[in-house]
């Protein structure tokens, strides 16, 4: 039995640079772990199943589901006769812009990984990840990246830290492919100028957070306009920069002090918003609590 925690991710960048003719979008983007984490305990079965089970009811939990894919890829692969027995534990809310689901099965691939002794390296479990999704790749590595290409050109950055993030996820959900269906060629290559890879290198952590920018909040705002109601009350109480991350719905602030990071809490809160975290950053995508191999 192997237990992992899945961190959730933000984007402190995303712009697009352009549409690929298989429909894909090219993507410019900085992606950040944070300690909002799931839980993933897999067991090795005599059968040959792949059983999910998931704590949030909303979550199919059969091939629809990115755990039971990632399993199904590495039965397969790897000529694996016995089953799994999958259970999630959610705390990551789905259809957020948080990589909830493409953590979960990178936590599976990188669990699978050691149950079954592949001695797969990163990017033979990356690989795999990509067939699944985008973000998959990031999450089994984890921490601060330059995500090219559709998300699957990693290159790794200097640690961005910062211990103050509120997370607020609206009372709706977006689909990514609607959100990326919705670009138009004007909205490409928005933020050529950004210098925030220069500014975390430098470990001018202020100024990056500041540099903060997201192509897809054009999408999503006309739509949902409450996004902008949530970004400025986090501004107007302290936040240094307020953003949607992803193709949303979640907004992240990044605050300087934990005081100013509870006054917006607590205003958010009294506004009947229930999906409200707190978070700071991690250097990781996967972390293996329990390793007990019979």
Same mark, same amino acid.
């Given at each position: 039995?192997?237990?992992?925690?899945?961190?959730? #991710?933000?984007?402190?960048?995303?712009?697009?640079?352009?549409?690929?003719?298989?429909?894909?979008?090219?993507?410019?983007?900085?992606?950040?772990?944070?300690?909002?984490?799931?839980?993933?305990?897999?067991?090795?079965?005599?059968?040959?199943?792949?059983?999910?089970? %998931?704590?949030?009811?909303?979550?199919?939990?059969?091939?629809?589901?990115?755990?039971?894919?990632?399993?199904?890829?590495?039965?397969? #692969?790897?000529?694996?006769?016995?089953?799994?027995?999958?259970?999630?534990?959610?705390?990551?809310?789905?259809?957020?812009?948080?990589?909830?689901?493409?953590? $979960?099965?990178?936590?599976?691939?990188?669990?699978?990984?050691?149950?079954?002794?592949?001695?797969?390296?990163?990017?033979?479990?990356?690989?795999?990840?990509?067939?699944?999704?985008?973000?998959?790749?990031? %999450?089994?590595?984890?921490?601060?990246?330059?995500?090219?290409?559709?998300?699957?050109?990693?290159?790794?950055?200097?640690?961005?830290?910062?211990?103050?993030?509120?997370?607020?996820?609206?009372?709706?959900?977006?689909?990514?492919?609607?959100?990326?269906?919705?670009?138009?060629?004007?909205?490409? $290559?928005?933020?050529?100028?950004?210098?925030?890879?220069?500014?975390?290198?430098?470990?001018?952590?202020?100024?990056?957070?500041?540099?903060?920018?997201?192509?897809?909040?054009?999408?999503?705002?006309?739509?949902?306009?409450?996004?902008?109601?949530?970004?400025?009350?986090?501004?107007? $109480?302290?936040?240094?920069?307020?953003?949607?991350?992803?193709?949303?719905?979640?907004?992240?602030?990044?605050?300087?002090?934990?005081?100013?990071?509870?006054?917006?809490?607590?205003?958010? #809160?009294?506004?009947?918003?229930?999906?409200?975290?707190?978070?700071?950053?991690?250097? #990781?995508?996967?972390?293996?609590?329990?390793?007990?191999?019979?």
């Amino acid at each position: 039995m192997i237990k992992l925690y899945s961190y959730g #991710k933000i984007n402190l960048f995303l712009d697009i640079e352009g549409k690929l003719p298989n429909g894909y979008h090219l993507i410019k983007t900085i992606m950040q772990s944070i300690d909002m984490h799931d839980e993933i305990i897999i067991e090795e079965l005599q059968s040959n199943e792949i059983i999910i089970e %998931c704590s949030e009811k909303s979550i199919p939990t059969d091939k629809r589901n990115t755990c039971y894919k990632a399993s199904s890829i590495i039965k397969e #692969k790897y000529n694996i006769p016995n089953g799994i027995f999958i259970k999630i534990n959610k705390n990551i809310p789905s259809e957020a812009g948080l990589a909830g689901g493409s953590g $979960n099965s990178a936590a599976v691939i990188k669990g699978l990984n050691k149950l079954w002794n592949l001695n797969m390296n990163n990017n033979e479990m990356m690989e795999i990840g990509l067939k699944i999704g985008a973000d998959v790749p990031f %999450c089994i590595m984890g921490g601060t990246y330059l995500a090219e290409g559709i998300g699957e050109k990693l290159t790794k950055l200097e640690d961005f830290i910062w211990d103050n993030i509120l997370i607020a996820k609206p009372n709706f959900s977006m689909s990514t492919a609607f959100v990326y269906q919705e670009l138009t060629q004007n909205d490409y $290559n928005s933020y050529t100028n950004n210098h925030m890879i220069k500014l975390i290198k430098e470990h001018k952590y202020n100024d990056a957070a500041i540099s903060t920018a997201n192509t897809l909040e054009k999408v999503v705002e006309k739509i949902h306009p409450e996004i902008n109601n949530i970004k400025s009350i986090m501004k107007e $109480n302290g936040a240094i920069s307020s953003m949607m991350t992803g193709s949303g719905s979640a907004i992240f602030g990044l605050f300087s002090d934990e005081t100013s990071l509870d006054n917006a809490f607590n205003i958010l #809160k009294k506004k009947s918003y229930t999906n409200i975290y707190k978070s700071k950053t991690v250097n #990781k995508g996967i972390d293996y609590l329990v390793w007990n191999v019979l």
